[in-house]
């Protein structure tokens, strides 16, 4: 529980700006824990963070969306239709993404645990974003509307992996749909889609143990408030930033991050 709804505010900052920026939410909350000693308050208050950046992306994204589901449910029945319009081929690529994602989230799922309380596992996730954004920085651009069927379970690989502390997912999906040459505004619009399943999923898991929980009153709502309206900031930044070619920019943060953190893993008691 949190002693004042001040670590409630900070901590929905720090979700809804890091859910989207490429720069690691789940590093920055896990840095935050172990330097502050907060508590992220239970699973429920985790629970709330994370929908309300569902919410911000689904507001953003809405149009997107909407196609993508309107063109992609009915493909369900006739998959031919998949291939009969961009939305319904976007449908193709969420789903087939998150084959990969589902599967490497579930079997790193314990690990990740125990890693999220490591700083030099944390760092070394750093790292890995760091590389991924100065890789998506030196990409050709490209004029792709989509990757190709091979393409989309690489992306599903690098979102999977994203699991561990450290290493985005909006980093690790954006650099590899450009460097498959995927235009940058249909990249940053691609990996949100592609986001939403394994977002969905995680709320999910996480619910279950949650509904068991006491409920952290005023200040889950508070914090799913703040991630909510953060993470709309963080998304219109991100689009903007991607689309003129500055993605890679966001190393000059996480790069000297990533190392403050590894060297401070070697000085960790414990």
């Known amino acids: 529980m949190f002693e004042s709804l001040g670590e409630a505010i900070l901590l929905g900052i720090v979700q809804g700006l890091t859910e989207f920026l490429p720069i690691s939410s789940d590093g920055h909350l896990a840095l935050a824990e172990l330097l502050f000693r907060l508590e992220a308050g239970g699973l429920t208050f985790n629970v709330m963070l994370h929908a309300g950046t569902l ?22 029945v006739r998959p031919s239709r998949f291939r009969q319009s961009l939305a319904g ?23 990740v645990e125990r890693w999220t309380k490591s ?61 498959l040459g995927v235009r940058p505004e249909r990249a940053f619009t691609l990996s949100m889609l592609v986001s939403l399943p394994a977002v969905c999923g995680a709320i999910a898991l996480e619910s279950r143990h949650a509904f068991s929980a006491p409920f952290p009153g005023a200040a889950a709502i508070v914090g799913a408030l703040v991630a909510f309206g953060a993470g709309i900031g963080a998304l219109i930044v991100l689009r903007r930033i ?19 953190t590894i060297a401070m893993g070697q000085s960790w008691p414990g």
């Open 242 to 260: 991607v689309m003129i070619g500055r993605f890679g920019w966001f190393a000059l943060w996480v790069g000297p991050l990533a190392l403050a």
């Open 89 to 111: 081929r976007d449908a193709l690529l969420v789903i087939l993404a998150s084959l990969p994602t589902a599967l490497i989230g579930l079997l790193l799922r314990d690990a």
């Open 119 to 179: 700083p030099l596992v944390i760092g070394i996730g750093f790292l890995g974003t760091t590389a991924m954004l100065l890789l998506a920085q030196f990409s050709p651009r490209g004029d792709r509307e989509q990757p190709s069927i091979a393409g989309a379970l690489l992306v599903g690989v690098a979102q999977g992996f994203a699991v561990l502390p450290g290493l985005s997912r909006s980093g690790s999906t954006i650099a590899v749909l450009l460097w």
């Open 55 to 76: 919410v911000a992306t689904l507001v953003v994204l809405r149009q997107a969306v909407g196609r993508a589901v309107a063109a992609g449910v009915p493909a369900l």
